[in-house]
C-alpha cells in the first residue's frame, strides 16, 4: 500500500502496487483529498483509473456532505453471482445455444422491455417480488413529487427493472476450479438511475454557483448535509440502490430459468447467491466515527464478507472474503480497470485480436464489443495480488458463455 501526501489534502492510501495509477487519475485523486469534508483519507484501490470527478476505484469518506459525481450515475452498479448444481459434464460442447436461450430471456442493450413481473422467478424468495416492486414503487412515487424533472423523458422505471444495459454489463456462465456451474451478472439501476445521478450533480453545481464556491473540478460539486436537496438525494439513492439490487436478482432468475429451458436438466443452487454493489453510498461507522462512504468502483469488504470481483471477457475472475482492513474503510476493488478509453480500445485492437483474446469463450466477437475486450483492461492477477491484505480469494471462476448489453 502506497501513502500519497501533499500538503493542504488528506492522505490518499492506495493499493497499487504492481498496477499502474494513471496520472490524470493521481491529479482527480488529490483533488478529492482536497475537499474539506473529506474524513481521515481517500482508499485507492488496484483497479483505479479515470472517471467523473472522481476516479473508478475510490474509496470516499465524507462529514456533513457528499458528492453525487463521486457516486456516478450508474447508481447502484454491482455484480451478482450464483453457483449451481451442475457441472462442466453437463453443459453441451457447443454453447451456443445457451448463450442465445440467455439473450433471449433476459432484455438487453438499449431496451425499454423489461418488467418486474415478465421476467422469471427471483430465486431466493420468488413471493417477495411484489412485495419488494410495490415498496419501490411507492418510494419513487414519494422522490418523483419532489423533483418531478428527475425523468422527463425517461420511461418508467418499470421497463428498465429486469434488463441488462449496454457497455460493460454482462452475464456469463462460469466454471469454478471443480468444474462446478455458475452464474454471474453485472448491471445496475439503468436509465432511471442514471437520470437521478445527472440531475442531482447538476443540482449540486447551481449550488456551487449559488455560494461562490469554486473547486478544482466542476464535478466535484456538493451537497452539504444541511441542505434539502442532500435529504433528497440520499433518498433517490437509496432507492436507485434498491431498485439495482432486485434488478440483479430478477434477471438471474430469469437466466436459471433460460438453463433450464435450454439444457433440459433439472438443477438446484449449490451457494447462496452474493449480490454486491460496487457504486454506492452508505452510512457507516469508521475509526469512531459516523460517516457517509462513497464507493466508486469498490466492494465492502468487512471481516467475513464475500465479494465479487470479475475479470474481462476473456479471463478469470473471483469471489472473494473480506478481511475487514480499517485502512481501505472496509473495501477492495470491483473488478480489472480499464487500462484505456473505449475510443483508444477501438484504435488499437483488431477483430482477430478480440477473437485470440476470447478463444474459448461463446461470446460476441463484432466490432461492437471491441471497447470490452480483454486487453482493454489491467491484468486481474495483478489486481488481485495487489490487495491480500484487503480479501481473500475463495473461488477462482472462468467464463464459457458471456453476454454483452
Not at 493542504?8 to 502496487?17: E, L, N, S, T
Not at 450508474?74 to 453457483?83: K, L, P, R, W
Not at 454453447?95 to 430471456?105: D, K, P, T, Y
Not at 476450479?177 to 453545481?205: C, P, Q, T, W
Request: glycine share 10%; proline share 5%.
Amino acid at each position: 500500500m502506497r501513502v500519497i501526501a501533499e500538503e493542504g489534502r488528506r492522505p490518499i492510501k492506495a493499493w497499487v502496487d504492481g498496477v499502474e495509477l494513471e496520472d490524470s487519475a493521481r491529479q482527480q485523486l488529490l483533488n478529492v483529498a482536497a475537499l474539506p469534508f473529506v474524513y481521515r483519507h481517500v482508499a485507492v484501490m488496484p483497479d483505479v483509473h479515470w472517471g467523473m470527478g472522481a476516479t473508478v476505484g475510490s474509496v470516499i469518506p465524507t462529514l456533513g456532505a457528499i458528492v453525487p459525481a463521486a457516486v456516478g450515475v450508474d447508481i447502484g452498479c454491482g455484480m451478482v453471482y450464483e453457483c449451481t448444481t451442475l457441472t462442466a459434464k453437463d453443459l453441451p460442447n457447443s454453447l451456443g445455444a445457451l448463450r442465445s436461450g440467455i439473450e433471449a430471456a433476459v432484455p438487453h442493450g438499449r431496451t425499454n422491455n423489461g418488467g418486474p413481473g415478465d421476467v422469471g422467478a427471483w430465486p431466493e424468495a420468488p413471493d417477495d417480488v411484489a412485495r419488494v416492486w410495490a415498496d419501490l414503487d411507492v418510494r419513487y412515487n414519494a422522490v418523483l413529487a419532489k423533483h418531478p424533472k428527475i425523468t422527463p423523458r425517461q420511461t418508467h422505471p418499470s421497463k428498465h427493472m429486469g434488463t441488462l444495459g449496454t457497455g460493460n454489463h454482462f452475464i456469463e456462465v462460469t466454471l469454478d476450479e471443480a468444474d462446478h456451474v455458475g452464474v454471474m451478472l453485472h448491471s445496475g439501476s439503468r436509465g432511471i438511475g442514471n437520470a437521478i445521478g445527472r440531475y442531482f450533480i447538476e443540482r449540486a453545481k447551481r449550488q456551487m454557483e449559488r455560494y461562490f464556491i469554486t473547486l478544482p473540478d466542476a464535478d466535484l460539486a456538493y451537497l452539504p448535509e444541511s441542505t434539502q436537496d442532500f435529504t433528497d438525494y440520499i433518498e433517490a439513492v437509496e432507492w436507485a440502490q434498491d431498485f439495482a439490487r432486485l434488478n440483479r436478482y430478477l434477471m438471474l432468475g430469469a437466466v436459471m430459468v433460460a438453463m433450464r429451458a435450454t439444457l433440459g436438466l433439472p438443477f438446484g443452487i449449490r451457494e447462496t447467491a452474493v449480490n454486491c454493489h460496487h457504486n454506492y453510498v452508505a452510512r457507516e461507522h469508521h475509526y469512531g466515527q459516523n460517516v457517509l462512504v462513497t464507493r466508486k468502483g469498490a466492494v465492502r469488504a468487512r471481516q467475513g464478507d464475500l465479494g465479487i470481483i470479475p475479470g474481462s471477457m476473456g479471463v478469470r475472475s473471483y469471489i472473494v472474503r473480506g478481511k475487514g482492513n480499517p485502512e481501505s474503510f472496509m473495501s477492495c476493488s470491483h473488478g480489472a480497470g480499464r487500462r484505456m478509453s473505449r475510443g483508444e480500445a477501438k484504435r488499437r485492437f483488431t477483430l482477430a485480436d478480440h477473437a485470440k483474446a476470447t478463444e474459448g469463450v461463446e461470446c460476441r466477437k463484432d466490432a461492437d464489443v471491441i471497447d470490452e475486450t480483454p486487453g482493454a483492461y489491467k491484468d486481474i492477477d495483478a489486481v488481485i495480488a495487489a490487495q491480500t491484505d484487503l480479501v481473500d480469494v475463495v473461488h477462482t471462476l472462468k467464463q464459457v458463455v458471456c453476454v454483452k448489453g
